[in-house]
């Protein structure tokens, strides 16, 4: 046996390897589809009963009038459960949301509204201060808390099945997630490509998380496990509530009916700090998740290529045998061919989740596009330039992580 051979045997156990990866997360999204198709069967009827039951407070914090806040503040006068309060948390009065909203809502008579001015942060993130601000100012009556981001345009049964499952005392939170549309050209569509691939994760309440523009909880448990101290000095609201809520014990209930669609527009620019400022976040408030993932995306991405090159070589005559090309394209073919499942399958959920526009064919050909071609490279470059960054822009303001439960503010624009 020569080094070549030893070189022809690695690459093809890598392949096979990633080809078992494959596989594995083709399963992962037949299990979405079919939790997707359970979510679907229950009573919307019920769902709708046992959240009247409860007292809600809607927090949405603001930061600017994004483009799509006047959509979800008509939602939220389209929901099938009335909670008791939506509260609007902003830095400062001087905040174009301020005025505005306040205009949109003057003329609500079925929801009752109110304002938190919560001022500047000094050290946690300015979105974290706000939400603080907001839940300390609640009257003692609200029992359910429900954060939903500024840019989520819900649907209309969007609260009641958000809420409901709190019924059950071994559930800590329920969270739904974003669907990027791909309308909007080249940086649209790669959006819809990488976000995707989180999506079919959430139907695992092994490795899901609760996701901060579209999640409720009890505001018993906010109080219990440490949550409000959690958040004092931290960045990210949605993962160090997950961590608090896996240190108890709790599950975190994925609603299929709570995902919203984002229709806002991007630049390629824009999408790609979003997405390495995201990467960075996980980094550093869940070190495993990020390491699974890169692993999961290292795996994939070079196995999957060293099995291409070495069924390609044969054919041009580059190098190889035919055993081995034989084989390299056997595993090839397999590994893209899972990879491609998983995605349709992601996208037949979807399809019942969701109609025209918030979802569309483009979705579907940039999510399994995606997923056969430059999905893994845009990845892997994600991945490797989170891996040793620490400061982030946001919302015009540069943070530095030093950990998960520490943030400092260096800048502001």
């Known amino acids: 046996m020569t080094i070549v051979d030893v070189i022809y045997g690695a690459c093809l156990l890598w392949g096979a390897w ?17 939790y997707v198709q359970a979510a679907l069967q229950q009573s919307t009827a019920d769902a709708r009963n046992r959240a009247a039951r409860r007292s ?115 559930v800590g939170a329920t969270t739904g997630y974003r669907w990027y549309t791909a309308i909007g050209g080249l940086a649209a569509g790669m959006r819809t490509a990488w976000n995707a691939a989180t999506l079919t994760t959430l139907a695992d309440e092994r490795r899901n998380f609760a996701w901060g523009g579209s999640t409720a909880l009890r505001r018993a448990d906010f109080d219990s496990l440490g949550i409000h101290d959690a958040w004092r000095r931290a960045l990210s609201d949605d993962l160090v509530l997950t961590r608090c809520l896996r240190t108890a014990g709790r599950r975190i209930r994925f609603v299929p009916q709570a ?19 995201q990467m960075i976040i996980t980094r550093i408030c869940a070190p495993p998740t990020w390491r699974r993932g890169f692993l999961l995306v290292m795996n994939l991405t070079f196995g999957g290529t060293a099995v291409a090159v070495l069924s390609l070589a044969y054919l041009f005559g580059w190098f190889g045998t035919q055993v081995v090309s034989v084989t390299a394209a056997a595993l090839w073919a397999m590994l893209m061919v899972a990879a491609a499942g998983e995605a349709v399958f992601r996208q037949l959920a979807l399809r019942r989740l969701l109609s025209a526009p918030n979802w569309s064919w483009r979705d579907a050909a940039w999510d399994i596009g995606g997923t056969l071609s430059f999905g893994g490279s845009l990845h892997s470059h994600l991945f490797f330039k989170s891996m040793f960054r620490r400061r982030i822009w946001w919302r015009n303001t540069l943070y530095e992580m030093p950990s998960a439960d520490e943030t400092r503010i260096l800048e502001r624009r």
């Open 18 to 34: 990633a080809a078992l990866l494959a596989l594995n997360a083709c399963g992962g999204g037949i299990r979405f589809y079919r």
């Open 259 to 277: 995902l919203v669609a984002s229709t806002d527009r991007t630049t390629l620019r824009g999408f790609l700090e979003f997405a390495t400022r």
């Open 56 to 170: 809600i407070a809607v927090i949405m914090p603001c930061k600017g009038v994004d483009e799509k806040l006047r959509n979800t503040i008509d939602a939220f006068e389209q929901q099938t459960v009335r909670p008791a309060r939506i509260v609007f948390t902003l830095e400062s009065e001087t905040d174009p949301a301020y005025q505005t909203l306040q205009e949109w809502t003057r003329d609500w008579r079925k929801l009752n509204c109110s304002f938190v001015i919560a001022g500047i942060a000094t050290d946690c993130g300015q979105k974290i201060h706000n939400l603080l601000a907001a839940v300390d100012a609640l009257d003692d009556d609200i029992d359910t808390l429900v954060f939903v981001d500024s840019d989520a345009v819900p649907g209309d049964d969007w609260l009641a099945h958000l809420v409901a499952p709190l019924d059950d005392p071994d």
